[in-house]
T-cell receptor
Framework: DAGVIQSPRHEVTEMGQEVTLRCKPISGHDYLFWYRQTMMRGLELLIY????????DSGMPEDRFSAKMPNASFSTLKIQPSEPRDSAVYFCASSLAAGAHGYTFGSGTRLTVV | GQQLNQSPQSMFIQEGEDVSMNCTSS?????WLWYKQDPGEGPVLLIALYKAGELTSNGRLTAQFGITRKDSFLNISASIPSDVGIYFCAGTTSGSRLTFGEGTQLTVNP
């Protein structure tokens, strides 16, 4: 199994630009999670899906952030317009259950907004 | 909501030393998990604990699920340079998503 695949690994963009982060979960996993990691705030859950349906998006910082899961093998996290404070590492994770067996994380996308 | 307090926040040790870190929760968990994050990578699951009092080992790593179900610890014996990274605890109750601790940054000096 290739694991959770995220792209791109690194993204540098100018303030105001749209950014799209992509994730391919492990085949057969019902849950998909988007996390943001910063030095100041640690790992923050942004949103998670169950069977492609968004379950909890209370961690999404503001309306500039949106996430979709059009099918079981693909999800996107979009930031429009991006701001320097959005600079962080964004992780996608997938799992078979909500939490009991742990999550498998991707390698992350390091986003820098200048 | 549930909160996990992980300590210490950081540790600087010499190669060969043993390491201990722990997590406490404001509420009961049914499952405790320990993850390690290498620099530039995502967290990777090290150990999963499913029963109060359970003690589980994975090589030089040993983790325990506290009897009260509100705490867990992770020990690393005879540390080596590749143990460097951030260690996260995580807990969950049935059907709920994971709650992560703030992480322990471990530095091992050769």
């Amino acid at each position: 199994d290739a694991g959770v695949i995220q792209s791109p690994r690194h993204e540098v963009t100018e303030m105001g630009q749209e950014v799209t982060l992509r994730c391919k979960p492990i085949s057969g996993h019902d849950y998909l999670f988007w996390y943001r990691q910063t030095m100041m705030r640690g790992l923050e859950l942004l949103i998670y899906f169950n069977n492609n349906v968004p379950i909890d998006d209370s961690g999404m910082p503001e309306d500039r952030f949106s996430a979709k899961m059009p099918n079981a093998s693909f999800s996107t996290l979009k930031i429009q317009p991006s701001e320097p404070r959005d600079s962080a590492v964004y992780f996608c994770a997938s799992s078979l259950a909500a939490g009991a067996h742990g999550y498998t994380f991707g390698s992350g996308t390091r986003l820098t907004v200048v | 909501g549930q909160q996990l307090n992980q300590s210490p926040q950081s540790m600087f040790i010499q190669e060969g030393e043993d390491v201990s870190m722990n997590c406490t929760s404001s509420s009961i968990f049914n499952t405790w998990l320990w993850y390690k994050q290498d620099p530039g990578e995502g967290p990777v699951l090290l150990i999963a604990l499913y029963k109060a009092g359970e003690l589980t080992s994975n090589g030089r790593l040993t983790a325990q699920f506290g009897i009260t179900r509100k705490d867990s610890f992770l020990n690393i014996s005879a540390s080596i340079p590749s143990d460097v990274g951030i260690y996260f605890c995580a807990g969950t109750t049935s059907g709920s998503r994971l709650t992560f601790g703030e992480g322990t940054q471990l530095t091992v000096n050769p």
